[in-house]
């Protein structure tokens, strides 16, 4: 593959491209270079690498307060259409529970406290089944490992 030529519009395309979600490994081709050109182009050009650098941590957050907002649960108003008796349609809100999802915890706890949480950590896991799930979470958050009777 013959070099490519460094764009100056690079940093600004690639800003652009991360902020939409698409993975760094992706990147390259977007631009139209190699993996290899992308990195030399990093190290060579500080503002193609902070773009890309930074580009990516708004959308991490935002993963990441989703993440958690669906590992702790959330109550969310939902509008939706209804038909009438007389054929009119209405417009309804309700508030909708939507309840901790226990994949998100595992994944969550996994990342964050890998202290408590790795896999082959071979360490104790002390779940007691006749709490509510709620209970458990509560107690894992806020690092609380033992019994409340």
Same mark, same amino acid.
């Given at each position: 593959? *013959?070099?490519?030529?460094?764009?100056? =519009?690079?940093?600004? !395309?690639?800003?652009?491209?991360?902020?939409?979600?698409?993975? #760094?490994?992706?990147?390259? *081709?977007?631009l139209?270079?190699?993996?290899?050109?992308? %990195?030399?182009y990093?190290? $060579?050009?500080?503002? &193609?690498a902070?773009?890309? !650098?930074?580009?990516? %941590?708004?959308?991490?957050?935002?993963? #990441? !307060?989703? $993440?958690?907002? !669906? *590992?702790?649960? &959330?109550? #969310?108003t939902?509008?939706e259409?209804?038909?009438?008796?007389?054929g009119?349609?209405?417009d309804c809100?309700?508030?909708?529970f939507f309840?901790p999802d226990? %994949?998100?915890?595992?994944f969550? $706890?996994k990342?964050?406290? =890998?202290d $408590?949480w790795?896999?082959?950590?071979?360490?104790?896991v002390?779940?007691?089944l006749?709490?509510?799930?709620a209970?458990?979470?509560?107690?894992?958050?806020?690092g609380?490992?033992? =019994?409340?009777?």
């Amino acid at each position: 593959m *013959a070099r490519s030529k460094y764009d100056k =519009t690079f940093p600004r !395309r690639a800003e652009a491209f991360l902020k939409q979600g698409h993975p #760094e490994r992706s990147l390259a *081709a977007h631009l139209g270079i190699s993996k290899n050109t992308m %990195a030399r182009y990093k190290r $060579l050009y500080p503002a &193609f690498a902070e773009s890309v !650098r930074f580009s990516r %941590a708004p959308v991490d957050d935002e993963v #990441e !307060r989703a $993440l958690l907002k !669906r *590992a702790l649960g &959330f109550s #969310e108003t939902v509008s939706e259409q209804r038909l009438t008796r007389e054929g009119d349609v209405v417009d309804c809100a309700k508030d909708v529970f939507f309840p901790p999802d226990v %994949a998100a915890c595992v994944f969550w $706890l996994k990342n964050r406290r =890998t202290d $408590l949480w790795s896999d082959g950590q071979g360490g104790d896991v002390n779940i007691h089944l006749n709490m509510t799930f709620a209970q458990f979470l509560k107690q894992n958050v806020n690092g609380h490992t033992g =019994t409340d009777d």
